[in-house]
């Protein structure tokens, strides 16, 4: 319906639910470091000018926000969840080139065309119409600017197998997502110790004796903490609405959002994207 908010408010109230309990304070030293290449390594710092101005579309705790405010001039932290900014608040306040706005990706409140470069890792696939998003957020650019971009993928290239422990994975979501939030903080953990944890072990001891575990399932885990496991637990198996897509489907969205020259991180998470706002 033309002219409908864009935006699902109980996926909204769970993921400031999840940054209250986990504000990614503990996240810090090398893991952070390794955790925010994950995501940055393809971006284009020094095509940036030295007093830069973006934004962050859904910043959640502020973690990768916390990273980025140091490299730029001015960060807009524009998030939907007031108790997320709240959290936010408290981690980057005294950062005095850090604004934020209560907004979500149909509202950011800075002009079209005014900012050098912005990001959304791990957002966009929480709102029901990505694609729409995408595109409010592409038009704040401007023209030659950069965009980060993280969705969930969409299984490319994974066998049958990985694909039905998938699809049992998400019949599980689609339960504990409706427990109450202590209820589902307890059940999302539970998953982290008994299933995230064993895996990415099992995982990194494997690697050490020199197997190939690139196909395994949570083996991107192997190296990170018990608390990220908490907070990836929670932030998959708690969110009300969850949209997968292809890396061609990611492709096809970041055209028609307005981006060029896209490329695409091969490595995990998948699918991580890089584009330019085309010229008017």
């Given amino acids: ?36 290449d994950r995501y940055f390594h393809l971006f284009p710092w020094e095509r940036l000018p030295a007093d830069a101005e973006g934004f962050d579309l859904g910043c959640g705790s502020g973690r990768w926000a916390d990273g980025v405010a140091r490299r730029v001039g001015l960060l807009h932290c524009v998030d939907p969840s007031a108790e997320a900014l709240a959290v936010a608040r ?27 470069f912005g ?22 650019l401007k023209p030659d600017a950069p965009f980060l971009l993280y969705l969930y993928y969409a299984l490319d290239g994974r066998p049958g197998w990985f694909r039905g422990l998938w699809k049992a994975s998400d019949w599980l979501r689609r339960g504990v997502h409706r427990l109450p939030f202590p209820l589902r903080k307890a059940a999302t953990t539970a998953l982290a110790a008994g299933v995230y944890w064993p895996l990415a072990r099992g995982a990194r001891a494997a690697e050490r004796l020199g197997r190939d575990v690139s196909g395994l399932p949570l083996s991107s885990y192997r190296h990170t903490s018990f608390y990220t496991m908490r907070t990836d637990a929670l932030d998959r198996f ?39 706002r085309a010229a008017p």
């Avoid at 033309?2 to 999840?18: K, P």
């Avoid at 929480?126 to 038009?139: S, W, Y």
């Avoid at 708690?238 to 949209?243: D, F, I, N, P, S």
């Fill in 1 to 36: 319906m033309t002219g409908a908010r864009n935006i699902d408010a109980r996926t909204v109230e769970g993921f400031g639910r999840e940054w209250s309990a986990f504000d990614q304070r503990a996240l810090t030293g090398g893991e952070y470091a390794e955790l925010f």
């Fill in 90 to 116: 408290e981690r980057l306040g005294g950062r005095g080139n850090v604004r934020f706005h209560e907004a979500a990706a149909d509202t950011i409140p800075v002009s079209d065309g005014s900012q050098d």
């Fill in 119 to 140: 990001y959304s890792l791990g957002v966009l696939h929480h709102v029901p119409d990505t694609g729409r998003a995408l595109a409010d957020c592409v038009r704040k």
């Fill in 238 to 276: 708690g969110t009300r609405l969850e949209q997968r897509f292809s890396r061609d489907q990611i492709a096809a969205m970041m055209a028609a959002a307005g981006l060029t020259d896209i490329r695409f991180s091969e490595r995990e998470p998948y699918w991580v994207a890089l584009g330019y």
